[in-house]
């Protein structure tokens, strides 16, 4: 069996106290949260205290946050959350960020699949689920390159400004 959570491209991670400064950049990056429900800046302190404390028992916390790691150079190229998990029904929620400096280069994807791999190989789930505002192209083609199928559409789902919403497209994959 080929191990988990590495694929010889990329590795995923559990978060480290140098991947802060990385956080810090996506999460107060204001053109970015219209694609989460962020609305308001991230402190250097939260964050920092968020890796400190960080619990990869999803079974407990119900998510699990990876860092993608080219393994050649051992830079992060984004990250992946897995989110709602809900081990009954063996299914969760997958959102995911790649660094500007590393998109175009078939990284989400490649992590989405090796994600895919370790929620069913070790977690036993079933599916996985996404969701990517109508008109995020980049998010579409990275789930729909992983094999994620648009199963829906969700009308006015995500706030982009004051009284104003997108549509957002519900992705799946089943295995």
């Given at each position: 069996m080929k191990p988990l959570?590495?694929?010889?491209?990329?590795?995923?991670?559990?978060?480290?106290?140098?991947?802060?400064?990385?956080?810090?950049?996506?999460?107060?990056?204001?053109?970015?949260?219209?694609?989460?429900?962020?609305?308001?800046p991230f402190s250097k302190q939260l964050i920092d205290d968020y890796i400190a404390n960080y619990n990869p028992d999803i079974f407990t916390t119900r998510q699990l946050r990876l860092m993608i790691e080219v393994e050649a150079s051992g830079n992060v190229a984004g990250a992946v959350d897995i989110y709602d998990f809900d081990p009954v029904s063996r299914r969760a929620g997958i959102g995911f960020i790649i660094d500007p400096e590393y998109r175009g280069n078939g990284y989400g994807s490649e992590a989405l699949l090796l994600v895919e791999q370790y929620c069913r190989q070790r977690l036993y789930m079933k599916q996985l689920y996404a969701y990517a505002g109508v008109e995020n192209h980049a998010s579409i083609k990275t789930l729909e390159n992983a094999s994620f199928k648009r199963c829906g559409k969700l009308r006015r789902w995500i706030c982009t400004g004051f009284n104003r919403f997108t549509d957002a497209f519900i992705f799946q994959i089943v295995f």
């Open positions: 959570l590495s694929d010889g491209t990329l590795r995923l991670r559990a978060p480290e106290p140098h991947d802060s400064e990385l956080f810090y950049k996506w999460e107060n990056n204001t053109e970015l949260w219209d694609t989460g429900s962020t609305c308001a």
